[in-house]
Nanobody, 123 residues
């Protein structure tokens, strides 16, 4: 079955760093957009970062300069390096793979989703 599994979440103090990883199974996502989303209690889901099959990246304004998304197409893995973490970054983080291949739009209207990994930042 097609499945995405996240890892690397945890609890850190403000100013610390974490590196999230996402691995896919039973499918090669090299031709798909992949991204990281997060959702905090009482808030709507937010797109944190996205990377297309061509390598183009986009970031939410709130994380620009602090987070970096990357991918390893050969291993079908996705990463998110998070630096200078703030309490407002606390959320459940999910990785997603757009089902649309070779898309420059990366809408994630139909996507595969992981189960999420919790990130908690204390001040």
């Amino acid at each position: 079955q097609v499945q995405l599994v996240e890892s690397g979440g945890g609890s850190v103090q403000a100013g610390g760093s974490l590196r999230l990883s996402c691995a896919g199974s039973a499918y090669t996502f090299g031709d798909n957009c992949m991204g990281w989303f997060r959702q905090a209690p009482g808030k709507e889901r937010e797109r944190v970062a996205s990377i297309s099959s061509f390598g183009s990246t986009t970031y939410a304004d709130s994380v620009k300069g602090r987070f970096t998304i990357s991918r390893d197409n050969a291993k079908t893995s996705l990463y998110l390096e998070m630096n200078s973490l703030k309490p407002e970054d606390t959320a459940m983080y999910y990785c997603a793979a757009d089902r649309v291949r070779w898309s420059s739009l990366c809408k994630y209207e139909n996507a595969y989703w992981g189960q999420g990994t919790q990130v908690t930042v204390s001040s």
